[in-house]
């Protein structure tokens, strides 16, 4: 465990507290499935899942922990397969997305992120106008960017699944993030090396979620969406607000299916949410100044 651990955290620069995650997660399985690690079963794992009769985010965080542990195992030998490859998410039936649903708001959050200091502009430019999940965006390597005219596209590790997708850029959507990107790939010179890290510290390791955190609380200051709690400062929204708020807009002008494989949602479900929450008026659609003309007229229509 803690080999898995360590590795994780030099490769991909996890925060402390995802690690302590991890940690909590496997040493709880391990107390029940007291087995060899080659000879744990998918029916080992889903009889512990259920035997801890949690909340369906706890079961998740599981889920999502033990397949990453899993993952790693395999990779390196210790076992011949992943046992939670057959087991799905579990989903809360009152379970909703929460974009920003203030236009103004979301407007001091886009003036207040255009203001920062790179990398951490465009980190945040990803998260706000793409919906990729924080990590994803932190373990981008440079050959995951891939801007040839017409064929605009991110290469996104899935963190909860391990694999690669494939994210489309377009210019009606995301402008500000290609613009981005493209200058930002200028600045990093000719020939960088495909497996570095897209985005670094001021100390040229890759960037970390701690130190990301500490920037979403400036740009919340910036954006005066800072409230006191207990006597304490605290973030109006979470840095995972964004990805809710980028998937309801987003989901406005595209096909579920698209917007499926962008957020990549293995669950039609999960998507169909925030389209739910387009149709009955939650939230707005995007800001008519990042769609073409033709776009806005037809949401006019």
């Known amino acids: 465990m803690e080999t898995f651990l360590n590795d994780i955290q030099a490769e991909q620069g996890l925060s402390g507290n995802t690690i302590t995650s991890y940690r909590c997660d496997l040493r709880?399985?391990?107390?029940?499935v007291d087995k060899p690690l080659e000879t744990i079963t998918t029916l080992d794992i889903q009889s512990f899942l259920d035997s801890?009769?949690?909340?369906?985010?706890?079961?998740?965080?599981?889920?999502?922990?033990?397949g990453r542990f899993f993952r790693w195992a395999v990779a390196r030998g210790y076992c011949l397969y992943n046992p939670l490859e057959q087991i799905a998410g579990r989903y809360h039936t009152e379970h909703r997305p929460q974009p920003i649903v203030s236009e103004a708001e979301r407007r001091a959050l886009d003036t207040a992120i255009?203001?920062?200091?790179?990398?951490?502009?465009?980190?945040f430019t990803l998260l706000r106008e793409i919906g990729v999940r924080t990590d994803e965006v932190l373990n981008l390597n440079v050959g995951d960017v891939i801007l040839?005219?017409?064929?605009e596209v991110l290469l996104v590790q899935d963190t909860k699944s391990g694999n690669k997708r494939m994210v489309a850029l377009t210019p009606d959507a995301m402008?500000?993030?290609?613009?981005?990107?493209?200058?930002?790939?200028?600045?990093?010179?000719?020939?960088?090396?495909?497996?570095?890290?897209?985005?670094c510290s001021s100390r040229g390791k890759r960037a970390s979620y701690d130190t990301l955190h500490r920037r979403w609380v400036q740009v919340c200051r910036a954006?005066?969406?800072?409230?006191?709690v207990e006597g304490k400062e605290q973030p109006r929204y979470t840095l995972h607000h964004l990805r809710h708020t980028a998937a309801?807009?987003?989901?406005?002008?595209?096909?579920?299916?698209?917007?499926?494989?962008i957020l990549g949602h293995r669950d039609p479900r999960s998507t169909r949410r925030y389209a739910?929450?387009?149709?009955?008026?939650?939230?707005?659609?995007a800001p008519a100044n990042n769609l073409p003309a033709q776009r806005r007229e037809q949401q006019a229509s």
């Open 28 to 32: 709880t399985a391990a107390g029940v």
């Open 52 to 66: 801890r009769n949690e909340q369906p985010g706890t079961t998740n965080r599981r889920i999502a922990s033990l």
């Open 114 to 123: 255009a203001a920062c200091s790179q990398p951490y502009r465009l980190i």
């Open 148 to 151: 040839e005219t017409g064929r």
């Open 175 to 199: 402008p500000r993030s290609l613009r981005g990107l493209r200058s930002w790939m200028r600045d990093l010179g000719p020939n960088p090396a495909p497996d570095a890290p897209l985005f």
């Open 223 to 228: 954006a005066h969406l800072i409230d006191l």
């Open 248 to 261: 309801a807009e987003l989901i406005a002008f595209y096909p579920e299916q698209v917007v499926r494989r």
């Open 276 to 285: 739910d929450i387009v149709r009955k008026g939650a939230h707005n659609a």
